[in-house]
């Protein structure tokens, strides 16, 4: 796929030469078939992605182009959104990203209960977690207009400090 020094900057601003090899090298491990892509399966060949929920959300989020695979450029991308030195907006608006499925925007009430429903599988039951999501979207809805924006999402979110923990160390 070329020298790393070859990368669009703005693809690596988060990654020094050394890192964004150890980034290729792990793409190479990862891609099982020798594809030049990552498929979901490949991405759940790390054990400790194997039981997340979640693997298939973030696997759309780095597929940008939508071919439903993740080729090196995206997923240097995608792992970007992880670094050390990546700032608080650019994981708030990752951690947005996964509940965001139909990307308008919005959180609506049907996707937050998609993505809650893969987190929780069968442990609860349907009406209980729409009860769940509803109390959810009332609280979080600051403007009445029945969704989530990234503003609103962003206020609660930020008060947690999760952008903290969405770190990988290459």
């Not at 999501?133 to 979080?140: E, P, Y």
Request: proline share 2%.
């Amino acid at each position: 796929m070329g020298n790393e020094a070859s990368y669009p900057v703005e693809m690596c601003s988060h990654f020094d030469t050394d890192e964004l090899r150890r980034l290729s090298k792990s793409f190479k491990k990862l891609d099982l078939d020798k594809s030049g892509t990552l498929s979901v399966e490949e991405f759940l060949s790390l054990p400790e992605l194997k039981q997340n929920p979640l693997v298939q959300r973030v696997v759309d989020i780095f597929d940008t182009d939508g071919n439903g695979e993740v080729d090196l450029q995206e997923f240097i991308r995608g792992t970007s959104q992880f670094s050390v030195k990546g700032d608080e907006e650019q994981k708030l608006r990752f951690a947005f990203s996964v509940y965001d499925i139909d990307k308008d925007g919005y959180i609506s009430n049907g996707e937050l209960f998609q993505v809650l429903k893969m987190m929780v599988g069968n442990n609860v039951r349907d009406w209980e977690l729409q009860q769940l999501v509803d109390k959810t979207i009332i609280i979080l809805d600051r403007d009445g207009d029945g969704k989530i924006s990234f503003e609103e999402f962003s206020a609660v979110v930020r008060k947690l400090e999760i952008h903290k923990k969405l770190v990988v160390i290459v």
